[in-house]
């Protein structure tokens, strides 16, 4: 599975931004699908997760204000961002791992794939 990201950008706080992940493969459906970020001089960290069985996990700082999303006919996910903090500034990567290890991971070790991140600045 190979999962091109896009979408960050330069955003004052408040704003919205959307994010997209494109995988490719027949098997997209079986995979739950993350985000993750990593803000510089930070380990990196969950975001949200829209699981195979249409479960969705938050981190709690994000709960209320983003909004991951799947669309299965097109191998994508999507994380909307709203309410955008500096705190938010990060890379983002999405992810995915395999239906057979889990329903998600709240944890970067477990995942099978990533994309190659995508960088989204928030300015206060």
């Known amino acids: 599975v190979q999962l091109q990201a896009s979408g960050g950008g330069l955003v004052q706080a408040g704003g919205s931004l959307r994010l997209s992940c494109a995988a490719s493969g027949r098997t997209f459906r079986s995979y739950a699908m993350h985000w993750f970020r990593q803000a510089p001089g930070k380990e990196r960290e969950f975001v949200a997760a829209?699981?195979?069985?249409?479960?969705?996990y938050y981190e709690e700082s994000v709960k209320g204000r983003f909004t991951i999303s799947r669309d299965n006919a097109k191998n994508t996910v999507y994380l909307q961002m709203n309410s955008l903090k500096p705190e938010d500034t990060a890379v983002y990567y999405c992810?995915?791992?395999?239906?057979?290890?889990?329903?998600?991971?709240?944890?970067?070790?477990?995942?099978?794939?990533w994309g190659q991140g995508t960088l989204v600045t928030v300015s206060s």
């Open positions: 829209f699981s195979w069985n249409d479960s969705t």
């Open positions: 992810a995915a791992l395999r239906g057979s290890r889990g329903t998600y991971a709240h944890n970067p070790a477990p995942v099978d794939y």
